[in-house]
């Protein structure tokens, strides 16, 4: 029987010999200590249970300790745990030709990592290669990595560090229709558009325009006039489910191929299902990169990740050695294969796209109940709420706050995440198999937290 260390153990061990990360030490002022996991549930170490709706940042996929998963792992386990793939064996094979078929033409060469971070790393050094150009231009407020060259691609401090990171790296203006200057949440693709408010003339949408200009401006101030890539995610992860005027990621991709540059759709969060309506959320953006990257969700939480790119861009890279020790290994392919297989039978996709479209009506309820809760948005399972001083304002909700609210909700039982450049929307990102009681539970919960605040403080 396996038994935990003592809190008091661990949290010594935490500060003397762990990342001294402040997040670690702050994420909730009363830390959770968790024992195991089973699908959507988590347990600490005192036998609580806590609906889990952020899932370690939208990476369990399938559910925490999936039976099925777990066996697949089991069996490959007790076959053969590593070699590299300068040798010929089925589970890599297996997984490779299951994940192609979720692709469409053209984007079928897959290189397998171990993470986000490695997999975007080897998507830049393939768009340099094959372009020839240098210049890669990303959203402010994304996160695409914390590696030295990632980080050039991420924008926000919280995670940058004063070296020479990802040089040739360039952020455009996010195009967030609820904190940014122009567009309202009719703009965007959510099954919730019940907030008018942006100042175009009805029927007309001027702000992606706008913010396809600010695009223009990087173009004609900040890069030569070839660039390497484009680099965004269907919705934005860290940055807060931020999602886009319609057409952005369409306009967007045109003007950089103009440019000589190849597009490039990070997956890590949006892809296996996330976003509900499709399997990969560059399908709901009338796109098609060039190239894909995905982690996370891959594995159900089990280390890997992916770049999916086409013949052509392979070709280019091709000329040199590039070689992973770990990446592709048998038991990461096994399990992968058994997600993507275990997706298909337990109908993840659909459970994502049904239980996110309740939640996001559920929100928007309680969104217009509440006045610090300025927007709701997201698909699918990939939800933000985005909290505020007021409606008016829509000034972020200042951390203190949002701590308050975050701890009370963990206290009554639910787990979910914090993101945003200021800290200021919560996160829902739950393991792709809740329940509609599941949901109920968290809106149950979550209305009390805000309740409870409002009582408090005003
Ligand atoms: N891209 C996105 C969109 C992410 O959210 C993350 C991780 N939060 C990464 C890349 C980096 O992934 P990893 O932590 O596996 O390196």
Redesign the pocket.
Known sequence: EYKDMSKEHMMEIRRQNCNPMIMKVTYYKKPVFIHQGHMQWLWDVDGRRYLDLFAG?ATVSVGHCHPKVTAAAEKQLRKLWHTTNIYVYSPLHEYVDKLAATLPEPLKVIYLTN????A?DLAMLMARLHTGNFDIITLRG?????SPQ?MGLTSNSAYKYPIAIGLGCHNTMCPDVFAGPWGGSHCRDSPIQTIRNCSCPQGLCMANDKYIGQLKEVFATSVPSRIAAFFG?PIM??GGAVQYPKNFLKDTYKLVRERGGVCIA?E??TGFGRTGSHFWGFQGHDIMPDIV?M??GIANGFPM?AVVTTHEIAASFGRGVHFNTFGGNPVACAIASSVLDTMKEDGTQQISHEMGTYLLMGLSKIRDKYEIIGDVRGKGLQIGVEMVKDKASREPLPPAAMSEIFEDTKDMGVLIGKGGVYGQTFRIKPPMCITKDDADFFLAVFNQALNNYMEAHH
């Open positions: 940042v993470s986000g971070s490695e975007n994304s996160y695409h990595g914390g990632t995610e992860g860290v990070d890590v969060q990257t982690a996370k990740g």
